[in-house]
């Protein structure tokens, strides 16, 4: 009797292992049920990484795969083949072409941004004409032809009538998204710089220095774009997050964050 049982316990102990196998499978299965390849305007990055993104996957169990870039970058990536599912621009031109060219659908306005002049100097926004029309300080905005936060800062300095003489005297540096045109603020590379309303909010209030919340018929609407991409179609984690991204709790959240809700 001893030698039968201890013929069958390798047997036993190979029923357990599978067992374990199968339960951690199961576990993992539950905690990402799918994946989701988004690619996501510069601005939008801290509101989806730090609040959009953990509630949804806590949510859906889906987990989200996120490249952040300029719209204009992303546009041209996706054109050539990137492998996302999803796309949320900062513009609706962008999405509206891919749409018209056959690589997408399901386009809808998930955002409004808003336009922030802001300098990390406490001191040096009083108001705007003084700002530029003494001193060589330096501007930063985000890259007009690329980014559509860079446009419209183009066009608040040319409503301003600023926008040749800064250019002629060098005094305008360009990034290529509004993610560098922040940054370059935030270094000292630019004194003042043409930001996201969301990026503001996002720094900490011992760094926010002074700010002009520009007003909104100095500018177009920046509508920003969500569209559902051809490789994403058959993605039940691509639809659940469009139904979450129109859900009163994300837009909630959307709102806080800086943005005009649709």
């Known amino acids: 009797m001893n030698i039968m049982k201890s013929r069958k316990l390798p047997h036993v102990h190979l029923y357990l ?10 576990c993992t299965a539950s905690v990402f ?3 989701l390849h988004l690619a996501v305007a510069a601005n939008f990055t801290q509101p989806l990484k730090q609040h959009l993104k953990p509630q949804f996957e ?3 169990g889906h ?4 490249s952040f870039g300029g719209t204009g970058h992303l546009y041209t990536q996706i054109k050539y083949g990137a ?3 999803l796309f949320l621009a900062a513009d609706m031109k962008r999405p509206e072409k891919l749409v018209s060219e056959g690589l997408a659908g399901s386009l809808f306005t998930y955002a409004e941004g808003q336009l922030v002049l802001w300098s990390p100097d406490p001191d040096i926004i009083n108001s705007f004409g003084k700002i530029l029309s003494t001193g060589h300080q330096r501007l930063a905005i985000a890259h007009p ?3 559509p936060y860079g446009a419209a800062a183009k066009q608040v300095l040319e409503k301003l009538g600023l926008w040749k003489r800064l250019q002629r005297q060098r005094q305008i ?10 940054q370059f603020t935030a270094t000292g590379n630019a004194q003042l710089g043409f930001i996201a309303l969301s990026q503001y909010q996002a720094t900490p209030e011992s760094l926010r220095g002074s700010h002009w919340l520009v007003p909104k018929d100095l500018y177009s609407p920046i509508r920003q774009g969500a569209v559902l991409l051809k490789r994403g179609q058959n993605n039940p984690a691509a639809k659940a997050f469009i139904a979450f991204l129109q859900s009163d ?14």
């Open 249 to 262: 709790s994300a837009r909630q959240t959307i709102e806080k964050l800086g943005y005009v809700v649709p």
């Open 58 to 60: 806590t949510d859906s």
């Open 83 to 85: 492998p996302f599912d």
């Open 17 to 26: 292992i599978y067992g374990i196998h199968f339960v951690l499978a199961l």
């Open 63 to 66: 987990r989200l795969i996120i």
């Open 33 to 35: 049920a799918g994946e």
């Open 173 to 182: 540096v360009r990034g290529n998204n509004v993610s560098q045109a922040y």
């Open 145 to 147: 032809k690329m980014a």
